[in-house]
């Protein structure tokens, strides 16, 4: 095999031509859109046009697309860089988990890794584990082609996506009853690198690996979570490099049906961004060869949420602003972006010219605020980069505000959906949205069996479960037939077993468990029952 190798600033990068792209579409609940290995988020790959859809069974979309960005300085204050450039095809990321040995050419990598897109619902995860030892059991491809470990041949990170580890020894092996670890009711995990020449921003390569998971619920009794989408992203530091000022922003370019009517702005305090319509009439946008749909009356408004960290900056910008409010095309000008600032390095004024990091920062509802509605602004296409703050403050380039080697950082996102009333009315309804899907999240209720359990909850009388402390296994006991599961929780909130229950009395496995704190929680009916911490001694 023959190798190409591009030396620079201490980075060894592969030459070599990008894996073929592959999409995927998720449509488990009210919520329809496409991702794709390239890194483009929410747009149709077909038509190239708006690809996330509420209800899906429309077609008006509320996003065009959108794309994260990254950036960092090395200890000679050289910056990497890795996106994709607004406008064109040019992006920075492969498919695939980053592999040491420069192995993306391989035949059996790009068998293995070339769509690097991998789907499955918790009911199929159910079923794996209460089927998996009967006789003629077939594993599904969606279990057996989990990625849970990578490969030594190709030099990649031992382990990738989660799963439960039965037996506690690193290796993910469906055939003994393992499975994936997801949240929501369906997930679909996606794994990408930089380690490619960088053709968008111009930048350093990073040596990052970026694991997404894109989750949903169906739940017919909380509506704002059935028209939720869920992301979690994970990056990683495969590189040698100690990365200074660590940034991630997601640039977005938020079409609300008719993509030149548009309205964005942010809320510091619910660490969200939103879009919604300049007037409560979306029409039908047509020059000739084009054609997109509006949402017609009553437009509804669409957010980006932070469920973790704090946003860092917001700026919007769109295609007809002369520089420096343009688009970035090299390295220095996405990291300005990232920071906040316009792309010469120049900072960002509200209506009062007073320097800010969040343009559109106040309520559009109230006269006169520093809005596009309190403005008056003229409605256009808009773009954005919305940064998140991973480790330090704003602007900060202290020692301690480093992405090491092998070090990782997350972000927690959710796409949000409110139309119940004029375009403001929406705006407004958005804000409520935004708080209740926030709250869901932090009660921690993000198993499949949380779903519709916002409305429902109760506490199970007389639940008794022995022996506690345990060794072998447990006796979960009630006063009243129960049929659903029993789930064993780590102190962390991973799943480390689930089995069902159908009776008054079930004995629980706890052979596989090492010693520590567990919680055991009883789901039937449709109800969630008071967890107990269970300790398991050795």
């Given at each position: 095999m023959k190798i190409t190798v591009l030396l620079i600033t201490g980075l060894s990068i592969a030459l070599y031509g990008k894996s073929q792209n592959s999409s995927h579409m998720m449509d488990f609940n009210n919520a329809k859109f496409h991702i794709s290995n390239s890194g483009i988020l929410f747009q149709d790959p077909v038509s190239s046009g708006g690809g996330y859809i509420v209800p899906k069974d429309h077609t008006a979309s509320l996003i065009s697309s959108a794309f994260l960005w990254f950036a960092a300085k090395n200890e000679n204050d050289q910056l990497g860089v890795a996106g994709i450039a607004p406008y064109t095809s040019a992006g920075d990321f492969q498919p695939g988990p980053y592999s040491q040995s420069y192995s993306y050419q391989e035949p059996e990598y790009i068998q293995k890794y070339g769509s690097s897109i991998w789907h499955v619902t918790q009911a199929e995860i159910d079923s794996h584990i209460q089927s998996w030892g009967n006789q003629g059991y077939v594993i599904p491809q969606n279990i057996l082609n989990w990625p849970g470990n990578g490969d030594t041949e190709f030099e990649t990170a031992e382990i990738l996506a989660p799963f439960t580890d039965l037996n506690n020894n690193g290796i993910y092996e469906p055939q003994l009853g393992e499975s994936p670890q997801i949240k929501g009711c369906s997930a679909v995990y996606m794994i990408l690198n930089d380690n490619i020449l960088h053709e968008a921003t111009m930048g350093i390569p990073l040596g990052i690996e970026i694991h997404y998971m894109f989750y949903q619920y169906a739940s017919p009794s909380f509506e704002a979570l059935n028209n939720t989408t869920f992301a979690d992203i994970s990056i990683y530091n495969r590189s040698t490099v100690a990365w200074r000022g660590f940034k991630t922003g997601l640039y977005i370019d938020g079409d609300l049906g008719n993509p030149f009517d548009d309205y964005v702005g942010c809320d510091t305090s619910r660490n969200l961004m939103y879009m919604y319509n300049a007037g409560n009439m979306d029409e039908d946008f047509t020059d000739g060869t084009l054609q997109i749909d509006g949402f017609r009356a009553n437009p509804p408004a669409v957010g980006i949420l932070s469920l973790k960290k704090p946003l860092q900056s917001f700026i919007t910008y769109d295609a007809n602003l002369a520089f420096p409010y343009g688009f970035p095309s090299v390295a220095f000008q996405y990291w300005c972006n990232l920071s906040g600032l316009w792309i010469d390095g120049s900072q960002v004024l509200d209506n009062n010219g007073n320097q800010t990091y969040f343009m559109y920062h106040e309520n559009p509802l109230v006269a006169n605020s520093y809005s596009e509605t309190g403005m008056g602004n003229m409605p256009a296409d808009r773009r954005s980069i919305i940064s998140y703050d991973h480790m330090g403050q704003l602007g900060s380039e202290d020692p301690f505000d480093h992405l090491s080697h092998q070090g990782k950082t997350e972000l927690s996102l959710a796409i949000i959906y409110n139309r119940t009333g004029d375009h403001l009315q929406n705006l407004e309804g958005l804000f409520l949205v935004a708080d209740s899907i926030q709250a869901f999240y932090d009660d921690g209720l993000l198993s499949c069996a949380d779903a519709?359990?916002?409305?429902?909850?109760?506490?199970?009388?007389?639940?008794?479960?022995?022996?506690?402390?345990?060794?072998?296994?447990?006796?979960?006991?009630?006063?009243?037939?129960?049929e659903g599961s029993i789930l064993l929780r780590s102190v962390s909130g991973a799943i480390v077993s689930r089995n069902p229950i159908n009776g008054s009395e079930t004995v629980v496995s706890t052979l596989h468990l090492s010693g520590g704190v567990y919680f055991l929680e009883v789901d039937a009916a449709g109800k969630r029952y008071e967890p107990l911490k269970l300790v398991i001694v050795k």
């Open positions: 519709p359990l916002m409305l429902e909850k109760t506490t199970l009388s007389k639940l008794s479960v022995y022996p506690n402390p345990a060794s072998d296994a447990v006796t979960i006991k009630t006063d009243q037939q129960v």
